[in-house]
């Protein structure tokens, strides 16, 4: 959760997300499957994951797909995605369940982990 340059655009991971509800544009990822994620986990393109440039790590957020009413939790795991305007990647399975094909409107917002959950 510290700074971090990628592209030559420095990037300043938040604190906190509590409050945090946005909208932007999904896109999904999977042809990554391996790879360590920046938690240093491996990316697995069937688990309900997914990469934002400054969410603190991890943290679950509940996505909402705009155009059908469909929403999921995923885990924040990763750092991403780096294309102009775009605000979540989703995994291939967390888009599969969200109806996402390409693009797509969706509303992010932050869950409050549950008590006793750490």
């Not at 969410?55 to 102009?84: E, M």
Request: hydrophobic residues 35%; charged residues 20%; contains cysteine.
């Amino acid at each position: 959760n510290k700074p971090y340059t990628v592209k030559g655009k420095t990037y300043y991971p938040m604190l906190s997300a509590t409050g945090y509800r946005t909208r932007g544009v999904a896109s999904w990822y999977g042809a990554e499957s391996g790879n360590l994620t920046a938690m240093g986990s491996r990316f697995n393109p069937n688990q309900l994951t997914a990469a934002h440039k400054t969410l603190p790590l991890p943290c679950r957020v509940k996505v909402t797909n705009l155009k059908n009413g469909r929403s999921i939790v995923v885990t924040v795991n990763d750092r991403g995605p780096f294309h102009h305007e775009r605000l979540i990647d989703l995994s291939y399975a967390a888009a599969k369940k969200l109806g996402v094909k390409g693009l797509a409107e969706v509303e992010v917002a932050y869950m409050d982990q549950p008590a006793g959950d750490s």
